[in-house]
Nanobody, 115 residues
């Protein structure tokens, strides 16, 4: 199983980015998937999740600004990030949950929010 995240970059405060996570080796339609981030000098934190029936959940810090979604046909997970703030600066990673003991992670993509 491989997960490849992309879409990061430099954006001004208030701007938007869309991250993608392409998954190979497993179909994502029946799996829990999520986005996490790790800011410089901080621990990794959970950002958003989507479950097989399509329900989503978000950390309070991003609720109302970020939207997680997936395209089952493309086996791809997305994170639409709007109204970005400097505090959103971090390396963003996607994960795929097979079971409580088996989780796959992709390499992160760096998001920098700065003027």
């Amino acid at each position: 199983v491989q997960l490849q995240a992309s879409g990061g970059g430099l954006v001004q405060p208030g701007g938007s980015l869309r991250l993608s996570c392409v998954v190979s080796g497993r179909r994502i339609s029946t799996k829990y998937m999520g986005w996490y981030r790790q800011a410089p000098g901080k621990e990794r934190e959970w950002v958003a999740r989507i479950i097989p029936n399509g329900l989503t959940d978000y950390a309070d810090s991003v609720k109302g600004r970020f939207t997680i979604s997936r395209d089952n046909a493309k086996n791809t997970l997305y994170l639409q990030m709007d109204s970005l703030k400097p505090d959103d600066t971090a390396v963003y990673s996607c994960n795929l949950v097979i079971s409580a003991a088996v989780k796959y992670w992709g390499e992160g993509t760096l998001v920098t929010v700065s003027s």
